[in-house]
């Protein structure tokens, strides 16, 4: 199993960014889709999820309003629209797949290996 993530960079606080994660060697219907993220110094938390069928979506807190999953099941393929971005989302970016959809971080069967996310204020 691949969960490759792309889209990260640097970018100013209000700023926009959207990151991809395309999926391979599973079964992708089958696996309700995530994005966690690990500041430096702190625990991997989980960002928003969303089910197979992309009819239900989940988000902490921190990102509601703000950031957007979505995903396209005909290319295997799931987005993270991140806009208004401010400087404490800077952290590592990873895709993540569970048979959970409101997953957490223990309940994710692959992780994929993460993309920088950094915005300067």
């Known amino acids: 199993v691949q969960l490759q993530a792309s889209g990260g960079g640097l970018v100013q606080a209000g700023g926009s960014l959207r990151l991809s994660c395309a999926a391979s060697g599973l079964t992708f219907i089958s696996y309700a889709m995530g994005w966690f993220r690990q500041a430096p110094g702190k625990e991997r938390e989980f960002v928003a999820a969303i089910s197979w069928s992309g009819g239900s979506t989940y988000y902490a807190d921190s990102v509601k309003g703000r950031f957007t999953i979505s995903r396209d099941n005909a290319n295997n393929t799931v987005y993270l629209q991140m806009n208004s971005l401010k400087p404490e989302d800077t952290a590592v970016y990873y895709c993540?797949?569970?048979?959970?959809?409101?997953?957490?971080?223990?309940?994710?069967?692959?992780w994929g290996k993460g993309t920088l996310v950094t915005v300067s204020s």
């Open positions: 993540a797949a569970s048979l959970v959809a409101d997953m957490n971080v223990r309940q994710v069967n692959y």
